[in-house]
């Protein structure tokens, strides 16, 4: 990471789990303004070259839910079998989310009114 560039983590958190051989991949935005920026610029091709390193899952889709200010991506034959079958690791996908928050994404020019709220005291 660098000046011009922030982790998904700065600005949403994440979860991600299995349905047999394929994983899921929900991202969830602090706010407003980083949902929309993710949006714009989290994709499914961006999701699938991150993780290309670790497998190549067979296709990535990406699914809105404005309600939730979340992007879910359901990565398709990426679970070598799935819980039961693979050797893996992580044959459930567990760790997915957390491996995705390191991604290394543009810094956008308002990203303080993207990153997590702090509570008042």
Same mark, same amino acid.
């Given at each position: 990471?660098?000046?011009?560039?922030?982790?998904?983590? @700065?600005? =949403?958190?994440?979860?991600?789990?299995?349905?047999?051989?394929?994983?899921?991949?929900?991202?969830? %935005?602090?706010?407003? =303004?980083?949902? %929309?920026?993710?949006? @714009?610029?989290?994709? %499914?091709?961006?999701?699938a070259e991150f993780l290309r390193p670790k497998a190549l899952p067979g296709r990535v889709v990406r699914y809105v839910a404005d309600n939730v200010r979340a992007l879910n991506?359901?990565?398709?034959?990426?679970? &070598?079998?799935? =819980?039961?079958?693979?050797?893996?690791? &992580?044959?459930?996908?567990? =760790?997915?989310?957390? %491996?995705?928050?390191?991604? &290394?994404?543009?810094?956008?020019?308002?990203? &303080?009114?993207?990153?997590?709220?702090?509570?008042?005291?």
């Amino acid at each position: 990471m660098n000046d011009s560039t922030i982790k998904l983590a @700065d600005i =949403a958190h994440a979860r991600s789990g299995d349905k047999g051989n394929h994983a899921n991949i929900a991202v969830l %935005a602090y706010t407003d =303004a980083g949902y %929309a920026w993710l949006r @714009d610029n989290l994709t %499914a091709e961006r999701i699938a070259e991150f993780l290309r390193p670790k497998a190549l899952p067979g296709r990535v889709v990406r699914y809105v839910a404005d309600n939730v200010r979340a992007l879910n991506f359901v990565l398709y034959d990426f679970l &070598d079998g799935g =819980a039961s079958l693979s050797p893996n690791i &992580d044959s459930q996908g567990k =760790a997915l989310g957390l %491996a995705v928050l390191q991604m &290394d994404l543009p810094r956008p020019s308002n990203v &303080d009114a993207m990153r997590r709220p702090t509570p008042s005291t």
